[in-house]
């Protein structure tokens, strides 16, 4: 990730390879004007150009970026990302795109840092790399504010942030068989003592304490594997904290469905199937690098879901942590048995708040699309400071209900005190987040479901990169900082 610093040049004097230059109006065109119109452009939101400055600035290229007449920070956060991504074989540029406050300097800086993101760990060398560009090592936001203490700090919470996004982009890029839980869990504490020293304390459950504590749906899950389960749990305490807030997420290392087994297709991409329990660890882990006065518990659930003469099978009983029996009907529903032992571990905990975050459900997927995420709970008032911290945080989410008859369908079970899997074909995700009601008590709770924009199987777009995106770390990190002050 390229360094990234402010000044207070202008656009024409800034020393850099590339400049990349906001265009709200004719305005703004300058002396560019006659070269901007030649070329076509017409200023149409997310339009861009790239063109010899022709001595017109002292960086030798630019790209123009149109924005609208009052961007919000969002449209800074993508127009940065754009910028640099087309900034190809340069190694330093400069960014006009004229921030109206230190928040919007704090986007521009974060969607350098997004949009820089590359996973080239398996590229046996640059020659043989498709992409062999050279690596942007330096960005300088020009602004009128660039003195200020305040967007100093700004710029270093936007790396925090880009950084832990980005660390959860890595593990879910992670092939698979690089990171069967046991792996994954070794990872994560490694990272956590690197990235957060001593202020966040990691303790990892492997089966047999698993087992000793009747985490029956980690078990469940992980039994087909040869690679048995793990329970990662981060703990940041810090003095004088003002809340609890407990996360938990899915962490299903591969999902091959188990022996309710998913077609081939399927499968490619199932390397996916933890993206939320990397959110939640890298979350974490940039609230304790920010000082966030917010006492933070976090759990992993780790498992691989595999078929086996072992395996969970159909019609089988699983006992779970919270001494609930749960009848299994689909093994491919898998998230939500690892998601309900965390759930009850992080009640037991007496946290203020409670969120989780999975890829859940396809159904989810059906209803919003591959860009949005759903929120469900059992708590209105703290549903909605959830989506107002994805919308300040720039993530795109959708408040969803979990309708009165789920509860009826999720205690259905002739056998059980619940059945895992929605008997019928629609309402899968309102299931599912039903089912997870079950583990929480009464404590406030959100279940994000992040099975579209976890991972882009397309080509890179704004600031999100082919593969693991990251989804549901910056909503994290904005609720933290919101909770921490009181909001």
Not at 76 to 105: C, F, M, W
Not at 307 to 326: E, Q
Request: negative net charge; aromatic residues 4%; hydrophobic residues 45%.
């Amino acid at each position: 990730m390229p360094s990234v610093t402010l000044s207070t040049s202008k656009p024409t004097t800034a020393s850099a390879d590339v400049l990349i230059l906001g265009i709200r109006g004719d305005d703004d065109k300058g002396e560019l004007a006659a070269t901007l119109d030649l070329l076509g452009f017409t200023g149409e939101k997310g339009q861009s150009v790239r063109f010899p400055s022709a001595g017109l600035t002292k960086a030798p290229v630019v790209i123009a970026i149109a924005l609208p007449a009052e961007p919000t920070a969002e449209d800074l956060r993508r127009a940065a990302a754009n910028g640099v991504r087309a900034a190809k074989n340069a190694t330093s540029v400069a960014i006009a795109l004229h921030p109206a406050g230190v928040d919007e300097v704090e986007a521009i800086a974060e969607g350098v840092g997004l949009g820089t993101y590359r996973y080239d760990v398996y590229k046996t060398s640059k020659k043989d790399a498709k992409d062999t560009k050279p690596e942007l090592t330096s960005a300088v936001i020009l602004t009128p504010f660039a003195r200020q203490g305040t967007a100093t700090k700004a710029v270093e919470r936007a790396a925090t942030v880009a950084t832990a996004v980005n660390t959860a982009r890595d593990w879910v890029n992670t092939p698979p068989g690089d990171k069967r839980p046991a792996e994954l869990a070794d990872a994560i504490a490694a990272h956590v003592a690197e990235a957060a020293g001593q202020s966040v304390k990691v303790s990892v459950w492997d089966e047999k304490r698993l087992a000793k504590e009747s985490c029956g749906g980690i078990l469940g899950v992980g039994q087909g594997s040869d690679s048995p389960p793990r329970l990662v749990t981060l703990s940041y305490e810090p003095a004088g904290a003002v809340t609890h807030l407990a996360l938990v997420g899915k962490g299903i290392t591969f999902d091959s469905g188990g022996l309710s087994i998913k077609p081939g297709a399927s499968m490619q991409t199932m390397k996916l199937d933890m993206a939320g329990a990397a959110a939640v660890v890298a979350a974490t882990v940039a609230i304790a690098r920010l000082g966030l006065p917010i006492r933070v518990t976090a759990y992993a659930c780790l498992a691989e879901n595999m078929p086996s003469g072992r395996a969970t099978r159909p019609g089988d009983v699983l006992r779970m942590r919270s001494g609930a029996t749960v009848e299994v009907h689909n093994t491919d529903a898998e998230g939500r048995l690892v998601l309900a032992d965390g759930l009850a571990l992080a009640a037991e905990a007496g946290p203020d708040h409670i969120v989780d975050v999975a890829t859940l459900t396809g159904a989810c997927v059906v209803a919003l699309g591959s860009h949005t995420s759903g929120i469900l709970g059992n708590d209105d008032t703290f549903g909605d400071t959830v989506h107002a911290a994805s919308r300040a945080a720039g993530e795109s989410m959708w408040k969803l209900p979990i309708t009165e008859e789920m509860k009826g369908i999720v205690t259905s079970s002739s056998i059980a005190d619940l059945r895992q899997h929605n008997p019928k074909p629609y309402g899968g995700a309102l299931f599912a987040a039903a089912f997870l009601r079950e583990f929480v008590g009464e404590v406030p709770w959100a279940h994000l479901d992040i099975a579209g924009p976890s991972f882009n199987e397309g080509s890179a777009f704004d600031y999100t990169p082919v593969g693991g995106t990251g989804a549901g770390v910056r909503t994290l990190v904005r609720l933290a900082t919101e909770l921490a002050e009181g909001r």
